[in-house]
């Protein structure tokens, strides 16, 4: 779901903002003898930087089997098809939520890892609302949902989701290949909750989704952005990080949380049912809340990090950058994105497919 593209100018941009320092543990660490021990990972795609596993099996002697996926939907079917044993899994709010409501998260001793204090309690208390006994979920990258637009191209500064939906630019504006996401940010156009299960007010939302179709240029998921950056698009529906991305590549590219509200996604880790080895899987949490090990995943993905022993850190133009820390004003109008019922999901399913069957 979350991409990272670097290429030689995004290289040569970020150089000037990287963080000062990181703090924390030296990365030469030397290798130790492997264990024997054995811990499987499932992550979104390039959603850590590889050398971070590496050097926790060089720390540790614990090798990782690194799995990935690309949307949560994708990753929840991987995992529940059980071909796989996986002990740790990194996913979204609302999936994270029915795997702790289906019985497939074990609770972490929090406390015994001296790492976890480095994560703001702002987002532990995010995370109640998957979690609300926060014995389960820990908190990895976070951020918002808005629109990324080229100010060359629109009038005057963009905010409201209106703009997806008055038709002044279609065939202009790319929506995110998301059930979730795009019925989200219609529903809250509408005055809704992002989390709502009243039938009429998705449909309403299905409706107006409908409408907009034609306007629609595409679906996409991590194209989005580039798809503006390339000029192919006036506007887009991307995550928080994505947008800082895309600004790097072109200045006169903006990002914003319209008004109406958004959503304040959290991604964040479970130690599944099926780990044994729970000491192996608390350790290599506790080593990603690690200042050295948060900061190089940050500098690998450039998405909102919950760690503040990085945000200490880090330059003054990213601490002012929206899509870096979104303001608090923005968050304010957002929601967490929780899990709903079976018979809204199914509902939901249902309309997705008829909008895209259109």
């Given at each position: 779901m979350k991409k990272r593209i670097l290429s030689v100018l995004l290289v040569a941009c970020v150089s000037a903002a990287l963080l000062s320092g990181c703090g924390g543990q030296s990365t030469e660490t030397a290798s130790v003898p492997k264990t024997g021990e054995v811990l499987t990972v499932f992550n979104y795609s390039e959603y850590m930087d590889p050398d971070m596993l590496e050097q926790f099996t060089a720390e540790t002697g614990i090798e990782v089997k690194y799995e990935e996926a690309t949307t949560p939907e994708e990753l929840y079917t991987k995992y529940k098809s059980g071909g796989i044993s996986y002990d740790l899994v990194c996913t979204s709010d609302y999936m994270c939520k029915r795997l702790i409501d289906?019985?497939?998260?074990?609770?972490?001793?929090?406390?015994?890892?001296?790492?976890?204090?480095?994560?703001?309690?702002?987002?532990?208390?995010?995370?109640?609302?998957?979690?609300?006994?926060?014995?389960?979920?820990?908190?990895?990258f976070w951020g918002t949902i808005g629109i990324l637009y080229d100010t060359t191209k629109v009038n005057g500064d963009i905010d409201s989701w209106d703009v997806l939906f008055n038709g002044d630019y279609s065939g202009q504006i790319i929506m995110q290949d998301s059930m979730r996401d795009t019925f989200m940010i219609t529903l809250k156009y509408l005055g809704y909750s992002l989390n709502t299960t009243s039938e009429s007010e998705i449909r309403e939302a299905a409706d107006l989704l409908k409408k907009q179709k034609p306007d629609v240029e595409a679906y996409l998921v991590d194209?989005?952005?580039?798809?503006?950056?390339?000029?192919?698009?006036?506007?887009?529906?991307?995550?928080?990080?994505?947008?800082?991305?895309?600004?790097?590549?072109?200045?006169?590219?903006?990002?914003?949380?319209?008004?109406?509200?958004?959503?304040?996604?959290?991604?964040?880790?479970?130690?599944?049912k099926n780990c044994t080895?729970?000491?192996?899987?608390?350790?290599?949490?506790?080593?990603?809340?690690?200042?050295?090990?948060?900061?190089?995943?940050?500098?690998?993905?450039?998405?909102?990090?919950?760690?503040?022993?990085?945000?200490?850190?880090?330059?003054?133009?990213?601490?002012?950058?929206?899509?870096?820390?979104?303001?608090?004003?923005?968050?304010?109008?957002?929601?967490?994105?929780?899990?709903?019922?079976?018979?809204?999901?199914?509902?939901?399913?249902?309309?997705?497919?008829?909008?895209?069957?259109?």
């Open positions: 289906e019985g497939e998260a074990q609770p972490v001793d929090f406390g015994s890892m001296k790492n976890a204090s480095n994560i703001n309690k702002r987002f532990w208390t995010f995370n109640k609302a998957i979690d609300p006994s926060g014995t389960y979920a820990l908190p990895y194209e989005a952005r580039d798809e503006v950056v390339a000029g192919n698009a006036t506007m887009a529906v991307v995550y928080s990080g994505e947008a800082f991305l895309g600004h790097l590549y072109n200045p006169d590219l903006k990002y914003v949380v319209p008004k109406e509200g958004s959503n304040v996604w959290i991604d964040s880790w479970l130690m599944t080895n729970t000491e192996a899987a608390q350790k290599f949490l506790d080593y990603l809340c690690r200042p050295d090990v948060a900061t190089a995943n940050f500098e690998f993905i450039y998405y909102s990090t919950p760690n503040d022993a990085v945000i200490k850190n880090m330059d003054d133009e990213l601490k002012n950058d929206p899509a870096i820390i979104p303001p608090d004003d923005s968050v304010a109008v957002c929601e967490v994105c929780t899990q709903i019922d079976s018979e809204t999901t199914e509902l939901y399913n249902e309309l997705w497919k008829e909008l895209k069957a259109q």
